[in-house]
């Protein structure tokens, strides 16, 4: 069972950045999508950027110029970027993939954008 691990989460104001971290377990390989959603109360989970092993990338049109997804294969790591941050942005961030063994979620850190 890969297990994912989000860190880089806190405060911060607005036009701030922060740069989150997902640490996989093992490395993933082959055919897969690895991603960011995020989620606040009441709503339901929303893809943020996703990264899929043919190098294509997507985002949110929310985000487009604002977040950057990316991925350090010799550290098992998927990386976000987020620069210019709103409050609109506060949420809980969860690291997703799905590849061959399944699909799997991280525990989620927490982005708050406040002044």
């Known amino acids: 069972q890969v297990q994912l691990v989000e860190s880089g989460g806190g405060l911060v104001q607005p036009g701030g950045s922060l740069k989150l971290s997902c640490v996989a377990s093992?490395?993933?390989?082959?055919?897969?999508?690895m991603g960011w959603y995020r989620q606040t109360p009441g709503k339901q989970r929303e893809l943020v950027a996703s990264f899929t092993s043919g190098g294509t990338t997507n985002y949110a049109d929310s985000v487009k110029g604002r977040f950057t997804i990316s991925r350090d294969n010799a550290k098992n790591t998927l990386y976000l970027q987020m620069n210019n941050l709103k409050p609109e942005d506060t949420a809980v961030y969860y690291c997703k993939t799905v590849w061959a063994r399944g699909t799997h979620w991280g525990q989620g850190t927490q982005v708050t954008v406040s002044s």
């Open positions: 093992e490395r993933i390989f082959g055919d897969y999508v």
